[in-house]
């Protein structure tokens, strides 16, 4: 039997915090022994929001050895940058025909971005979602690892690709989320009613190869709650509950044992614990990180080769498409 295939992306902005790694990575490690796994640094998508092209270029071979780090194998997952293959821009367009403006003006992370950069709010930050459809389509990916706050993108995903079954003939899967359901929403340290993410802002989230006297500060400041039980309560908790889930991740554990644990423990003393469960938790990692970030051509070349693989995939699916829609003549 053939392989189901999984798409997933992650952007090269920089840091790999908590939420990106709980929401999505740990699964791209746990799926590419079984599935046949396209995993991209979507360098297009980062666009979308300033950056500069030195920082962009750096941020590519960062990410990649952040991914290659944590255990992903490149001989197992084709592991490609996303502007490599010039075929999901071109896919984007066909799909753009087949979305309703409506359905994107409407996608929350267009809203909050919108809010968020004023200034710049650009066409591609509302045409994302077109792109991570093609990205997935491209492929015809069935399954797509990813945290919540993609679950909206990726419900257009499936609309797009209805779309253009019954425009242009039965072509897509219709593919769907793989969450993990402790980690698919991290939240952020300073503000836990809202999701990690690094453009809020440093305080914000915890990088995960960070120095270990960073993590530990980092940790030390989150927000907490009043009272000074270790309690789960989402509602009246919302940081005690975060650094619980976080806590359970890192460790394993359910959070019922570990309330158990520290009953009449104060917070600095949970914290203290979890700072220290984290950096061993991603201290091999960081380790291999270390050794490896100053290997770019090395990094470049598992890039070449990812690029061969994603390429030869990519260009006999836009092949069938290009027929489908009528541009072979
Ligand atoms: N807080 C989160 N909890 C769980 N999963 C998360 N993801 C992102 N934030 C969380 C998941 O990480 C994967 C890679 O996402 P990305 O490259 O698009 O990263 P991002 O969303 O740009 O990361 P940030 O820091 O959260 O960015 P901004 O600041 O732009 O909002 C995706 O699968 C995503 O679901």
Redesign the pocket.
Known sequence: MEKKIVF??????G?I?????????KQWLDLQDKYFCFFSI?NL??LT?PISPSSLEENTLKTTSYLLSLGLNPKKVVLFVQSDIPYHTELTWLLSVVTPVGDLLRMT?FKD?AKQFKETVNAGLLNYPILMASDILLYKAEYI??????LQHLELTREIARRFNRRFGQTFPLPKAVLEER??????LAEPKK??????GEEH?LGIFEEPEKIREKIAKAVTDSGKEIKYDQEKKPGIANLLRIYSLVEGKEIKEIEKEFQGKGYAEFKKILAEKIIDYFSQSREKFLAMKDKKEEIREILKEGRRKAEEIAQKNIEEIRQKVGLKY
């Not at 997933?8 to 902005?13: A, E, K, L, V, Y």
């Not at 690892?145 to 993609?150: M, S």
């Not at 999701?195 to 809020?200: E, G």
């Open positions: 997933s992306g992650i952007q090269p902005t840091e915090h908590l939420g990106n790694y709980f929401g999505s990575l979507v998508h980062a929001e992370q971005k690892p990813v945290g919540k706050d993609q980690g698919a929403k991290i939240m952020s999701k990690m993410s690094k453009s809020l989230y």
